[in-house]
């Protein structure tokens, strides 16, 4: 079935440790975006993607980085956690002005 | 840039009254507003969208208005039910831009 598919749901990680959210689309959507939100808070755009090895910082400063090698796959790292970071983060993508369909989700905790 | 305004930051309605979200934006040059619900815990989810060439649009109980001249848009429920209570975004999308902006959100909540 054609979806937005966002791995872990749930992470807890300790403070320090590298981690990689993972977002995968099976719809050939070009365009990618990951943002940051507090539960039934603003969305907050943290970076997109136009396309493969195209990558732009959004509007929310970040310490995450993205790649874009392969048109369905937007994986998001953060190099070294810290509580900051808590928070949920959410996928989204969309094929040229259609409409933006969000992944579920992952749910963040650094303790 | 583009700059979203969302009002109310919440609502509160009786069940089967009317509900309405308030949205301005900046840049005229902006060809597309669509609206968003998030229910607890789930994904935003499009619920309705207009596009500058159209003034209005109905889906069954939810119709959105936009008025280019004065830079506003609008979410108007009707009859509200229970299930309708979670928290609705707007945005626009300036032409050619690649990004949404999204308003601040409104959380509505259905009394019974």
């Known amino acids: 079935e054609a979806d937005i598919y966002q791995t872990p749901r749930y992470l807890v990680i300790g403070t320090g440790k590298k981690i990689t959210l993972e977002c995968s689309q099976t719809m050939g959507h070009d365009k990618m975006y990951w943002y940051q939100q507090d539960p039934g808070m603003e969305l907050h755009l943290i970076h997109y993607s136009y396309g493969v090895n195209s990558t732009e910082k959004g509007d929310l400063s970040s310490e995450s980085t993205v790649s874009r090698i392969r048109t369905e796959h937007f994986p998001l790292t953060l190099e070294s956690a810290r509580p900051s970071h808590t928070s949920q983060y959410l996928c989204a993508s969309k094929l040229g002005t259609d409409t933006q369909y969000f992944g579920p989700g992952t749910r963040l905790t650094v303790l | 840039g583009e700059n979203v305004e969302q009002h109310p930051s919440t609502l509160s309605v009786q069940e089967g009254d009317s509900a309405v979200i308030k949205c301005t934006y900046s840049d005229s040059a902006s060809n597309y507003f669509p609206w968003y619900k998030q229910e607890l815990g789930k994904r935003p989810q499009l619920i309705i969208d207009?596009?500058?060439?159209?003034g209005e649009k109905k889906d069954q109980r939810i119709a959105v208005t936009l008025n280019k001249t004065a830079k506003h848009f609008s979410l108007h429920i009707t009859e509200t039910q229970p299930e309708d209570s979670a928290v609705y975004f707007c945005?626009?999308?300036?032409?050619?831009?690649?990004?949404?902006?999204f308003g601040q959100g409104t959380r509505l909540t259905i009394n019974p």
């Open positions: 945005a626009a999308k300036v032409q050619g831009a690649q990004k949404l902006v």
């Open positions: 207009i596009r500058s060439n159209v």
